[in-house]
């Protein structure tokens, strides 16, 4: 079976500052991998996915991600951080077994600072 | 127009009760996803229907119950609450589930069980 792994629970990063948010993945073939984002109380936004193509994946809200084969890792990048980014991300990835299923990561918690 | 919306947004019940959680979407998609997350934030699929049919049934016990009356409707019926099914329940559709294609998450319905 597929996992995910976020190996960072927290990250604080300050207003303007670049961010990275690692993750990897066990999967034997090409995975398909997400990333959604959860604001507080509420459900989860897509910010991006790969399963094909350019290994660097544009997303939504100026966030884009590296899918490394080598390294089994899927890392989301933001070269500026704004306080609204504050929230929960979670790095997923797909697999099929009956249907399509996705396997969602533990999410690391964003902070910004002012 | 909410794309996925589900009710109730809290219910707090008793132990032993039987509740429903009810979602809709207005997506025109023909798969429908239940999640649970957990109180660490963990994400975890339940259920899935394609078109009222189930798909995936991720080892939940019996005491859960999905119910898809139309393809834009799945309902999650609870029998017998148990403190461990506090948790926040995420409802979500995507077109046809077969891919790497975009799921749409509703707002999420917070259980307490007490």
């Known amino acids: 079976a597929q996992s995910v792994t976020q190996p960072d629970i927290h990250i604080t990063v300050s207003e303007g500052a670049s961010l990275e948010l690692r993750c990897n993945y066990s999967y034997g073939a090409t995975p398909y991998l997400f990333w959604y984002v959860q604001s507080p109380g509420q459900g989860l936004q897509l910010l991006l996915k790969?399963?094909?193509?350019?290994?660097l994946v544009q997303g939504i809200k100026g966030f884009e991600a590296e899918f490394k084969r080598s390294q089994s890792s899927f890392n989301l990048r933001k070269p500026s951080v704004h306080w609204s980014d504050a929230a929960e991300y979670f790095c997923?990835?797909?697999?099929f077994g009956g249907g399509f299923k996705t396997i969602f990561g533990a999410g690391t918690r964003l902070f910004v600072k002012a | 127009d909410t794309a996925v919306s589900q009710t109730p947004k809290y219910l707090v019940t008793q132990m032993g009760n039987d509740k429903s959680i009810k979602c809709e979407q207005n997506?025109?998609?023909?798969?429908m996803y239940w999640y649970k997350q957990d109180s660490k934030k963990f994400l975890k699929i339940m259920f899935s229907y394609n078109n009222k049919e189930l798909i995936i049934n991720e080892t939940v016990p019996n005491r859960f119950s999905p119910k898809s009356p139309d393809k834009a409707h799945l309902n999650l019926h609870i029998n017998s609450l148990e403190l461990g099914d506090s948790a926040v329940y995420f409802c979500?559709?995507?077109?046809?589930?077969?891919?790497?294609?975009?799921?749409?998450f509703g707002p999420g319905t917070r259980l307490l069980v007490l």
């Open positions: 997923a990835v797909g697999e």
């Open positions: 997506l025109g998609h023909d798969t």
């Open positions: 979500a559709s995507s077109q046809d589930g077969r891919g790497a294609e975009t799921q749409y």
């Open positions: 790969y399963f094909s193509g350019d290994t």
